[in-house]
């Protein structure tokens, strides 16, 4: 998948600048895409020349003037091309942490340890910030209000995808934990 799909499915929110979606991302399509503000601008200007977004300035006083940006017709068209094309191989996990922890028997065990405990709390806030997102998509409706009323729902079923992504990082992160206090307990009794 390229980063402009992603920028395509963010940008059917609505108009948005560069800073909002570089901000945006992170509610919106950070729970299976993450880029960068520069990644974000060059790919923009990119979609721009090839006709698939538009931007219009906005004067600002005291500030830079801003460009909003929309998806156009082509757009919209490349996004309905987009999800009509088949499945690639699904996702390979590429993930530092979990090196470490292959690493673990020869390497250094409590930095080992560090690391798990603090992709918890990483995890932790992440739920947290997803439940907020969770609570102003629902807006004080339930989820089958919400996917009866809603104008669209594919933000909120990649949301508790999401969700559910990080609950699996503490829940394995717990386990993992745990085994390596067992180990611990099991080699200082052998010793």
Do not use: H
């Not at 992440?126 to 969770?134: H, I, P, S």
């Amino acid at each position: 998948m390229a980063l402009r799909n992603a920028v395509m499915a963010a940008l059917l929110e609505g108009e948005a600048s560069g800073y909002d979606l570089a901000k945006g991302f992170d509610a919106t399509v950070a729970n299976f895409w993450m880029s960068t503000p520069q990644q974000l601008y060059r790919e923009l200007e990119r979609m721009e020349a090839e006709g698939l977004v538009t931007a219009r300035v906005v004067e600002q006083e005291r500030r830079p003037n801003k460009r909003l940006f929309s998806l156009t017709a082509a757009g919209r068209e490349a996004v309905r091309a987009y999800t009509a094309e088949p499945l690639g191989r699904p996702a390979v996990i590429r993930d530092e942490l979990l090196v470490k922890v292959q690493c673990l028997d020869a390497g250094d065990r409590e930095a080992v340890r560090t690391a798990i405990t603090e992709r918890m709390e990483w995890a932790t806030a992440k739920l947290a910030r997803y439940e907020r997102l969770r609570q102003r998509l629902l807006d004080g409706r339930s989820e089958e209000a919400y996917f009866a009323e809603a104008a669209r729902i594919g933000p909120y079923l990649t949301l508790l995808r999401g969700m559910s992504f990080e609950r699996e990082n503490l829940r394995w992160g717990d386990m993992a934990l745990r085994m390596l206090d067992q180990r611990a307990t099991s080699l200082r009794v052998d010793s």
